[in-house]
């Protein structure tokens, strides 16, 4: 996501249709229970009382997002913009182990990965903003290190 | 109407704005990276991005609003709260993807890093619940 392919002579209906995605994306995952830290945890929960009810989220995500893309894929570009911006790298890294097993060791603790704890900013708990101001300051202690 | 079937429902949507947003832009619906290129002020993308969060929070607002229902934060301290806080930001910058990123779209494009990414944090959450509700 380094460039923004958003042109400007479709006027404002490309950041209008941002505004929508994002309604529906918080609406989803509002319905689905995701914004429910302790359904979050009990899905995580393997070995107590375990509520799967979270795998239905997910099934339900994966199975639209490949059928959508398997034709939208196909088009040359996208609607509003010059190019599909696909991750490129295909290496099992390091950094993407090690980065993984940190957030899961962090949604584990408190039962927020980042889109629900953006989410429940709504409910306007200090919580919360806690939650999500450390998570920022934890993407820029590791942007420092990058240099 | 059952649990299973809402969760699938709020799946799909999340799925029709992760499919949208591949169709209007060529985007991937990745949180994480939504959040960053908001907060280190990413001058080409901070306000396409910034409106997709304030939409997630507007949609969250709607669903409140329609079902009556508002999560409680869980019980917590303090120090876990900004603990899990920092280990999330840090490693979803560090594994370059969350649940969203890694999870559903990368998944969806059957990219082998987010399969495995994905794998590997909910492993690692697994792990992370058990020593909490059992060991500790």
Known sequence: ?147 | MHDYLIALIGGAIIGLSASLMMLFYGRIAGISGLIWNVVQNSRSNFSSSGLFLSGMVLGTLCVAYITGIEPIPIDSNIFIIVLAGLLVGYGTKLGSGCTSGHGICGISRFSTRSIVATCIFMASGIVTVYFMRHLL
């Open chain 1, 1 to 147: 996501m380094t460039k923004n392919m958003t042109n400007k002579s479709y006027g404002l209906r490309p950041l209008f249709c941002y505004l929508i995605c994002g309604v529906l994306f918080g609406a989803g995952l509002s319905i689905s229970g995701m914004t429910d830290q302790n359904k979050v945890l009990d899905f995580l929960d393997l070995f107590g009382q375990w509520d799967p009810t979270l795998m239905f989220v997910m099934g339900g995500g994966v199975g639209i997002t490949i059928i959508g893309y398997r034709f939208i894929l196909k088009r040359p570009m996208p609607l509003w913009g010059n190019r599909f911006m696909l991750p490129i790298s295909t290496v099992i890294d390091k950094n993407l182990v090690l980065g993984s097993i940190l957030f899961g060791i962090g949604w584990g603790l408190y039962g927020y990965c980042p889109g629900p704890a953006i989410a429940s900013l709504a409910h306007l708990h200090w919580e919360t903003f806690l939650f999500a101001g450390a998570m920022v300051l934890g993407m820029f202690l590791r942007s420092k290190q990058e240099g």
